[in-house]
């Protein structure tokens, strides 16, 4: 069956600009979650959802990060007056139930110059 | 913090050998998952081990959990140039919310031709 899908896959931002990354999770799947990888680093966790619900934002840097997921399966994450310290990639992954195996997509790699 | 940490943080073997990277964790956990990123892709996952197991095999993978120590280890056989990649733990606590997993900087290995 089809993986967790993101899109695009790069995107390139001038600072000051609004960016919105698309996940499509794996169908079925009730658990959404996205992390930012920095270069050389491993994956930081921004934020999840249950179905539609965004139980926990606790790792969404700024005020500028806003995530949503209407209809609980796509979901997406918006950075508003990009800067250039969000150059990352943004991962999305998806489970069928908490505290299991998490299916990751390929990453939207973001510049921002 | 439940955040993994991975050691070495690069090896470099020759195909045909057996690769084994560790990882140190400072909480009790439920159970640690190991993951692999090739450049530029998402996390794929590898394997999942119980915290009421002690070792676990998967194909060339053998993955050990010493809940005593808080450290695993995963070994890699008869290595393949294919498996040149980057190599997270992450372990999990249902103390910690809704199944966020928290990665370390990972393991980069490159298997030589």
């Known amino acids: 069956g089809a993986g967790v899908s993101q899109s695009p896959r790069y995107k390139v931002a001038k600072r000051g600009q609004d960016v919105a990354l698309r996940c499509d999770p794996i169908?079925?799947?009730?658990?959404l979650f996205w992390y930012q990888q920095a270069l050389g680093q491993g994956p930081e966790f921004l934020t999840y959802f249950q179905n539609e619900a965004q139980l926990d934002k606790s790792g969404l840097p700024s005020d500028r990060f806003f995530a949503e997921r209407p209809e609980g399966s796509v979901s997406t994450l918006k950075i508003q007056r990009t800067q250039q310290e969000d150059s990352a990639v943004y991962l999305c992954?998806?489970?069928?139930?908490?505290?299991?195996?998490?299916?990751f997509g390929p990453g939207t790699r973001l510049l921002v110059l | 913090s439940q955040q993994g940490e991975e050691d070495p943080q690069a090896l470099s073997i020759q195909e045909g050998e057996n690769a084994t990277m560790n990882c140190s964790y400072k909480?009790?956990?439920?159970?640690l998952q190991w993951y692999r990123q090739n450049s530029g892709r998402g996390l794929v996952h590898l394997i999942l081990?119980?915290?009421?197991?002690r070792e676990k095999h998967s194909g060339r993978l053998r993955v050990t959990l010493d809940t005593s120590k808080k450290s695993s280890s995963l070994l890699i056989t008869a290595s393949r140039a294919a498996d040149t990649a980057s190599y997270f733990c992450?372990?999990?606590?249902?103390?910690?919310?809704?199944?966020?997993?928290?990665f370390g900087q990972g393991t980069i290995l490159t298997v030589h031709p």
């Open positions: 909480t009790s956990i439920n159970n």
């Open positions: 992954a998806s489970s069928s139930r908490q505290k299991e195996t998490q299916y």
């Open positions: 081990i119980r915290s009421n197991e």
């Open positions: 169908s079925g799947h009730v658990s």
């Open positions: 992450a372990p999990y606590s249902v103390a910690a919310s809704y199944g966020k997993l928290t």
